[in-house]
Nanobody
Framework: QVQLAESGGGLVQAGDSLRLSCTSS??????????VGWFRQAPGSEREFVGA????????YYANSVKGRFSIIRDVAGSTVYLQMSNLAPQDTAVYYC?????????????????WGQGTQVTVSS
């Protein structure tokens, strides 16, 4: 069983930066060496893709809405994947989730991921 936990969310102002962490734990500390995706869900909206990093770390890509502002960094030794967010805007307000896909290289589709964290709230005030 893979256990993921997101942290680092909070209330920030527009233009601020924030770094979210996704940590795998227990018997699944190595899980983050697989494909990792970040998704978010705002109130009343469907879950949407934010970004992903491939299994080998060679490829990362992002939704157009966050491209150039967000980046994904993987720390294998620390069993953690980070979502570095900068120049945050109110429309970035959402619950952010990380997910691990054990059988994919990378994907923007939520249904391709096998394990999910519980999410962390990010609120950006104007």
């Amino acid at each position: 069983q893979v256990q993921l936990a997101e942290s680092g969310g909070g209330l920030v102002q527009a233009g601020d930066s924030l770094r979210l962490s996704c940590t795998s734990s227990g018997r699944s500390t190595a899980a983050i060496i697989n494909a990792v995706g970040w998704f978010r869900q705002a109130p009343g909206s469907e879950r949407e893709f934010v970004g992903a990093i491939s299994r080998d770390g060679d490829t990362s890509y992002y939704a157009n809405s966050v491209k150039g502002r967000f980046s994904i960094i993987r720390d294998v030794a620390g069993s953690t994947v980070y979502l570095q967010m900068s120049n945050l805007a109110p429309q970035d307000t959402a619950v952010y989730y990380c997910a691990v896909g054990m059988h994919i290289y990378h994907s923007w589709r939520a249904e391709d991921y096998d394990y999910w964290g519980q999410g962390t709230q990010v609120t950006v005030s104007s």
